[in-house]
DNA sequence: TGGGTCATGTAAACTGTTACATGATTCA
DNA sequence: TGAATCATGTAACAGTTTACATGACCCA
């Protein structure tokens, strides 16, 4: 139940459109909380509904025009109580690591490709956060709040990526261990 | 679109009913690819109906009646089938990282507690981890393969809660460095 | 015999995915 | 003017979650 607080957190960061928003998941929010167009258009629905947020007025509303949403004052105080509710971590799901058990069971043929092809993917996705980090949070300097909340949301990112391209390489080293 | 998947694995390793099944997922395969009872009852009765599992005879089906299913051969080739398929790694989804991002927009009041409390919560999950390849993996000798790709996949899952200890501990020395 | 537990299930609401439909704008 | 693209949406379905219903079995 996280997507309204993501689409509230993206418009206050900047007012947009819900193509724009889609775009912006593809490359940002949508790192750790991804979405696609119909569930965003969804989403908008329900939150101008709730008086969350609202669209800019515009002479007249047609389909297919650009419509740009900003946050309500209800909505900022809604994301804000969020903040601060408890929710616990959900528990993992991992297909890959689902694959590894069974292939326990039915043997593992066809599984080192898929560890390797894991594998180069996590590698792109760190190599892409880092250059983002390059791009939006250079050197050392004395940083304002929001900004040090934002780098640490990249670093875990950054962190968890690294876990995968070390797990993964142990792992093919220790399938090779026995073969 | 893994579930049937997990439980072809489960029912391999042991035939079971319904119930049994569920209490698997608690504390097994579920901490990985998690399901409720009712979840596990939809897709057992999917499974019979396409023919991959099949409930041992009873003389006479009842409802509220143990009903214990086992693997057929058309099942274990689906999932040997399965094992090889190539899937991309789904992006991760994480309410805490948006939570923080959020905090970034509006005020980080009551995240510090949220932190701690996840911090706790891990290393819980963590001691679980560990008491489980001390049960299961003791020692070091030479292991058939399945045990080592079982317990590979326990790795993966000691190695990622070690992760969110680590950075949950440096996000929250982070997070006072600034208050 | 009646309450607790074991066990299997149904129903409804919500979330996420995939395919498609429609109008507006731009530019060759 | 017609093709490409921008932009907003609808519809149908699959997966997940939550609440509830029903029957069997055990044992005090």
């Known amino acids: 139940m996280s997507l309204p607080h993501a689409i509230l957190t993206a418009l206050l960061e900047k007012p947009s459109s819900g193509l724009e928003l889609t775009r912006r998941f593809d490359k940002s929010i949508g790192y750790f909380w991804s979405a696609t167009h119909q569930q965003i258009y969804r989403e908008l629905g329900r939150l101008e509904q709730a008086g969350h947020i609202r669209a800019?007025?515009?002479?007249?509303?047609?389909?297919?025009?650009?419509?740009?949403?900003?946050?309500?004052?209800?909505?900022?105080?809604?994301?804000?109580?969020?903040?601060?509710?408890?929710?616990?971590?959900?528990?993992?799901?991992?297909?890959?690591?689902?694959?590894?058990?069974?292939?326990?069971?039915?043997?593992?043929?066809?599984?080192?490709?898929?560890?390797?092809?894991?594998?180069?993917?996590?590698?792109?996705?760190?190599?892409?956060?880092?250059?983002?980090?390059?791009?939006?949070?250079?050197?050392?300097?004395?940083?304002?709040?929001?900004?040090?909340?934002?780098?640490?949301v990249l670093r875990g990112g950054i962190d968890l990526e690294r876990f995968w391209v070390e797990w993964l390489t142990g792992a093919l080293a220790e399938l090779d261990r026995g073969e």
């Open 56 to 152: 800019l007025p515009a002479p007249v509303p047609v389909r297919g025009q650009r419509k740009e949403y900003e946050v309500l004052p209800a909505g900022r105080a809604e994301l804000s109580d969020w903040v601060a509710r408890p929710e616990d971590p959900k528990p993992m799901r991992s297909a890959l690591l689902l694959r590894m058990r069974a292939a326990a069971m039915v043997g593992a043929s066809g599984l080192r490709a898929e560890l390797e092809r894991h594998l180069a993917l996590h590698r792109e996705q760190l190599e892409e956060y880092l250059a983002i980090e390059d791009r939006d949070f250079p050197a050392e300097r004395r940083r304002a709040e929001p900004d040090r909340l934002r780098h640490l």
